[in-house]
């Protein structure tokens, strides 16, 4: 039987980054996945160039980019490895990258750039990696030791890291071993769901907005609920089920089922009083006004459904125009579901943080930690995610 200092059970980022610093301080470090291909979730993420951090997270006030039955469990880990530590990486391995927007980074290249840092920051730590293996079982010695069988063979370790992220896109290996692992070990859960997804409506009740599928726009949003309202303003995407785009994946993480959502579709115009100004100087119709203020598409689906806004906008009456705008302004809601875990980039929920330490992600089971996405932390869209990834990796390879 081989014995390590280290296991980590999963090859994301989490897993591979923590590893890497573990490594390379000295500990025998093996690595273990299932899949035959590493930190997939790193490959198809930001279109493929990988949105791996974001400039504009607040190190004294991380909590407010994260969802958390404890929100200010990350602080601690968000706090001592920063966005700033992450970039000094990425520059010293020479990877290209640029700013989106929103302080959202992403490889210029590609993100298998990402994906090769990792690999040599492990192979720097002199690494072990075995996958495909699966991992079959794991219990505790008589010493304190953990055994761990897999399908290349039993290894002993001192120390279990999970990193195996959570529910998310199946089609790429994510499974629920990690909770398993947890639950064997008294740990307890905080219920999972998606994050991060599309949101789906009726099928009847979508009829007339279906014909807006792939017209995207810049809207408000926000949860219908007084209490812990959210908002956010970002642009929003029409799909044949439903709604998704950046606007839509953020306020899902907020939504509850059988709860509505709020869309201003019109944001950054005043629209009662654009409208007045074409009512008092236009002949033109209604239709034709209103695509000037917003997406023609959307212009034509809106004044369909009122044939008091099928006329000239100058023979439209105050109320129907007032009516108009109400609709657009505050267009109220309520989804059917989300497209689930398939088109979910986050799991919500996870190992309940009151069983980890804040400083070390070490459980209240000796010698068991948990990283990156099986914890319950989640991160906004825009990067959070991975830095988070990178951060609670970091506080735990120098914690073992």
């Not at 069988?149 to 002993?156: K, L, N, P």
Request: proline residues 4%; neutral net charge; aromatic residues 8%.
């Amino acid at each position: 039987m081989q014995h390590f200092d280290a296991v980590v059970i999963g090859a994301g980022a989490a897993g591979l980054f923590c590893a890497g610093i573990a490594g390379q301080r000295g500990l025998r470090v093996l690595v273990l996945d299932h899949s035959d291909k590493v930190a997939e979730k790193i490959r198809i993420s930001g279109g493929g160039r990988a949105n791996f951090t974001n400039r504009d997270l607040d190190p004294h006030a991380p909590h407010k980019h994260f969802l958390s039955a404890n929100p200010h469990f990350c602080r601690s880990a968000l706090s001592r490895y920063t966005p700033t530590d992450f970039i000094a990486l990425v520059q010293r391995h020479g990877i290209a990258f640029h700013e989106k927007h929103k302080g959202q980074l992403f490889c210029d290249h590609s993100a298998d750039d990402l994906i090769q840092m990792l690999l040599r920051e492990c192979d720097a730590g002199g690494v072990q990696r075995r996958q495909p293996c699966g991992v079959k079982a794991v219990r505790q010695n008589g010493d304190g030791a953990y055994e761990l069988d897999t399908d290349q063979g039993t290894v002993q370790s001192r120390t279990v890291v999970v990193a195996t992220g959570g529910l998310s896109i199946p089609k790429i290996g994510a499974s629920d071993f990690g909770y398993r692992i947890a639950t064997q070990f008294g740990l307890r859960l905080v219920e999972r769901r998606p994050g991060l997804v599309p949101l789906t409506f009726d099928g009847g009740a979508w009829a007339p907005y279906a014909s807006l599928s792939g017209l995207s726009l810049p809207v408000s949003i926000e949860t219908g609920e007084k209490k812990g309202r959210m908002a956010f303003h970002e642009d929003l995407l029409f799909t044949h089920r439903g709604l998704s785009g950046p606007a839509v994946l953020q306020i899902s993480s907020y939504w509850r089922e059988g709860t509505p959502i709020g869309l201003n579709l019109a944001p950054d115009t005043d629209l009662p009083a654009a409208l007045a100004r074409a009512k008092a100087s236009s002949r033109k119709l209604l239709a034709n006004e209103l695509a000037t203020l917003v997406p023609s598409r959307l212009a034509e689906a809106w004044v369909q459904q009122d044939s008091d806004w099928q006329r000239p906008v100058a023979d439209t009456s105050d109320k129907a125009l007032a009516r108009l705008a109400g609709r657009l302004t505050r267009w109220e809601l309520t989804p059917t579901g989300s497209e689930g875990y398939r088109k979910a980039e986050v799991t919500l929920g996870g190992v309940d943080t009151r069983d980890l330490s804040s400083q070390t992600l070490e459980s209240k089971q000796a010698g068991l930690y948990f990283i990156g996405e099986v914890v319950d932390v989640t991160g906004w869209l825009g990067g959070y995610n991975f830095q988070w990834a990178w951060a609670s990796a970091h506080a735990c390879a120098h914690a073992l």
